[in-house]
């Protein structure tokens, strides 16, 4: 935004009331920055989301879909118009997405031992988000907005309750052991991974771009916080946990898009060889 960046309060007495999920807030701000003082139409609709097909991914573009949308509908002078809602309803569904592409290559994945490494490598509270990444699989949005309240502490484990993508509700879980360092180092009062200055949650572009740094560094490759997702699925497959239980464990939809997206394992000319019929 230009200028100083408003609060949410200020925002919604100028806008109307935003998401009050955190994925769907970020979309509706965005677009709020870009609209400006122009009309919300058909034409400044399609053009927004033309532009954002240049710089956001396929799951990116679907998000805003469905936050602006419903935050159009909810906000706007005219949502009690029939005609205003049929037609925002219309701009909606012929605004396409792009298809995401469902192969991950080698570049999407991160060895146990450059794990290792990086969690060797960086500065030690990232060395423990990028530990409770990769135990958990989650996404880095869904570990940073952990409250301590949603944290229940069991016998052997802690289990954390949050809110995924598409407003999924699901269970990490997370070792005593990680969540006692965790407390220690960040101190936090509401969040787990809480800043001591602003009481609020680690942002992930903070996480990003210190991960970027030292994956640069160290391993001489570019390196984002997804790869730790993607790295910790692809493991378990690996190690052969039955696919049902690593999609349930990935909150995936179906385990066909696990089987999919991470079933790249391959049989070696050897093993070809081997259990032909001579």
Same mark, same amino acid.
């Given at each position: 935004? !230009? ?7 200020? #925002?919604?007495?100028?806008?109307? +009331?935003? *998401?009050?999920? *955190? ?11 870009? =609209?400006?003082?122009? *009309? ?10 033309? !532009? ?30 029939? $005609?205003?809602? !049929?037609? +925002? ?28 490494? #990086? ?8 060395? @423990? =988000? +990028? ?11 869904? @570990? ?5 309240? &949603? ?26 052991? @990680? ?21 609020? *949650?680690?942002?992930?572009?903070? $996480? ?8 640069? &560094?160290?391993?001489?490759?570019? =390196? ?19 696919? &049902?239980? $690593? ?13 999919? $997206?991470?079933?790249? !394992?391959? @049989? ?11």
């Amino acid at each position: 935004m !230009n200028g100083s960046i408003p609060t949410i309060e200020t #925002l919604e007495r100028q806008y109307g +009331i935003l *998401p009050s999920i *955190p994925q769907y807030r970020v979309g509706v701000i965005r677009f709020i920055d870009w =609209i400006g003082s122009r *009309p919300i139409n058909e034409e400044t609709l399609r053009e927004y989301f033309h !532009n954002l097909k240049r710089e956001y991914s396929p799951a990116t573009i679907r998000l805003a879909k469905t936050s602006v949308k419903l935050w159009i509908l909810k906000n706007h002078p005219q949502k009690s118009s029939l $005609v205003f809602r !049929n037609a +925002i309803e219309s701009v909606f569904k012929d605004i396409k997405v792009p298809k995401p592409s469902l192969t991950l290559t080698d570049s999407k994945f991160l060895s146990q031992a450059e794990i290792k490494l #990086l969690i060797g490598k960086l500065p030690y509270k990232y060395s @423990l =988000i +990028i530990q409770a990444l990769y135990g958990t699989g989650c996404r880095v949005s869904e @570990l940073l907005g952990i409250k301590l309240k &949603d944290c229940e502490s069991l016998k052997t484990h802690i289990e954390a309750k949050v809110i995924g993508k598409g407003g999924k509700e699901t269970i990490l879980i997370i070792s005593k052991e @990680l969540l006692k360092e965790i407390q220690k180092e960040f101190k936090g009062k509401l969040y787990l991974f809480e800043n001591g200055k602003t009481g609020k *949650p680690i942002t992930r572009q903070l $996480v990003h771009r210190t991960l970027q740094r030292v994956g640069k &560094d160290k391993l001489n490759r570019k =390196i984002h916080p997804h790869l730790t997702r993607h790295s910790r699925i692809s493991h378990l497959l690996q190690d052969g946990k039955p696919l &049902d239980a $690593v999609s349930r464990f990935a909150n995936h939809f179906d385990p066909s898009f696990t089987a999919k $997206v991470y079933g790249h !394992n391959k @049989l070696s000319s050897k093993e070809i060889l081997e259990t032909a019929i001579s």
